[in-house]
């Protein structure tokens, strides 16, 4: 069974930093990609950020290119999203995904991290 497991949320002040880590275990383990996802109160869920696992191509969300940075590391099966710079409307619930091969989108999920920032 594969898992993911989210964290590094937290409270923090517009402008500042934090960095989420994900890390995905379990077998068979073999992904397409990671991405992260968030959820604000009353809002659907929303693409961040995500990344290929082969050939480490990323992709973000026009509300955050320029200040969130994914990365992985593929020997952990960890990804990792660099948030700078961050906004009151950032604060959500940031959730990490799996596609796995043979998925045909997103298909194992975390539980989520909070990232709350405050003005």
């Known amino acids: 069974q594969v898992q993911v497991v989210e964290s590094g949320g937290g409270l923090v002040q517009a402008g500042d930093s934090l960095r989420l880590t994900c890390a995905a275990s379990?077998?068979?383990?073999?992904?397409?990609?990671m991405g992260w996802f968030r959820q604000a109160p009353g809002k659907e869920r929303e693409f961040v950020s995500s990344i290929r696992w082969s050939g480490g191509s990323t992709y973000y969300a026009d509300s955050v290119k320029g200040r969130f940075t994914i990365s992985r590391d593929i020997r952990k099966n960890t990804v990792y999203l660099g948030m700078n710079s961050l906004k009151p409307e950032d604060t959500a619930a940031y959730y990490c995904a799996v596609q796995r091969v043979g998925a045909d989108a997103y298909d194992v999920w975390g539980q989520g991290t909070q990232v709350t920032v405050s003005s």
């Open positions: 379990g077998r068979p383990l073999s992904m397409v990609a």
